[in-house]
């Protein structure tokens, strides 16, 4: 969404609180990290200040490319297998 006035983001921010919001920013050093322990536990996460282009080892997720192995979900982000 085009949020200029941050009024959608704090709305957002106050619907989910109480589901753990992860709330990231591409900036961030650890923005992968903290996607991929929201991802297991179906804690919702809000991306701030996205451009146009995004960081590629999130394709997967926007994709939803799931596969199953020995029974489980995996996604893979980055280098790693998360389930």
């Known amino acids: 969404m085009i949020d200029p006035q941050g009024q959608a983001n704090k709305w957002l921010k106050t619907m989910e609180k109480a589901n753990n919001l992860f709330v990231v920013r591409l900036s961030q050093s650890d923005f992968l990290r903290k996607i991929e322990m929201a991802i297991p536990s179906g804690c919702p996460v ?9 960081d590629p080892s999130l ?19 980055g280098s790693d297998a998360k389930e």
Do not use: W
């Not at 809000?46 to 995004?54: F, P």
């Not at 926007?62 to 979900?73: A, M």
């Open 46 to 54: 809000l991306m701030e200040n996205i451009q146009e282009n995004l």
């Open 59 to 77: 394709e997967p997720v926007l994709l939803k490319q799931v596969y199953k192995k020995s029974g489980q979900k995996y996604i893979k982000i």
